[in-house]
């Protein structure tokens, strides 16, 4: 069963940085893609940042320049570093996976526990 845990969330001021971490288990499958989203109490889920097996990255037009993803392949381990931070940024951040099921021809998407990314002004 595949399992994914994050770390690194917390409470940081305005302006400064943490680190989030996923890690991926129990999948004898490489993942096509892993990535952050968050939610915001009372908003939807939202796309934070996606990476490819191949290194190809995708960010959300509002943390682009200020957060950047990157991934270990053979640790299937997914990383987000995230500088000048700001109180909007507060969210329960979410590790997905994904991978293509070519036996049953569609796309499997697991998901982190969340941790909660708090920043105060």
């Known amino acids: 069963q595949v399992q994914l845990v994050e770390s690194g969330g917390g409470l940081v001021q305005a302006g400064g940085s943490l680190m989030l971490s996923c890690a991926a288990s129990?999948?004898?499958?490489?993942?096509?893609?892993m990535g952050w989203y968050r939610q915001a109490p009372g908003k939807q889920r939202e796309l934070v940042a996606l990476?490819?097996?191949?290194?190809?990255?995708n960010y959300a037009d509002n943390v682009k320049g200020r957060f950047t993803i990157s991934r270990d392949n053979a640790k299937n381990t997914v990383y987000l570093q995230m500088n000048s931070l700001k109180p909007e940024d507060t969210a329960v951040y979410y590790c997905?996976?994904?991978?293509?099921?070519?036996?049953?021809?569609?796309?499997?998407?697991?998901w982190g526990q969340g941790t909660q990314v708090t920043v105060s002004s």
């Open positions: 997905n996976a994904r991978r293509y099921d070519y036996s049953g021809s569609r796309w499997l998407d697991y």
């Open positions: 129990g999948s004898s499958f490489s993942f096509n893609a």
């Open positions: 990476i490819s097996s191949g290194g190809s990255t």
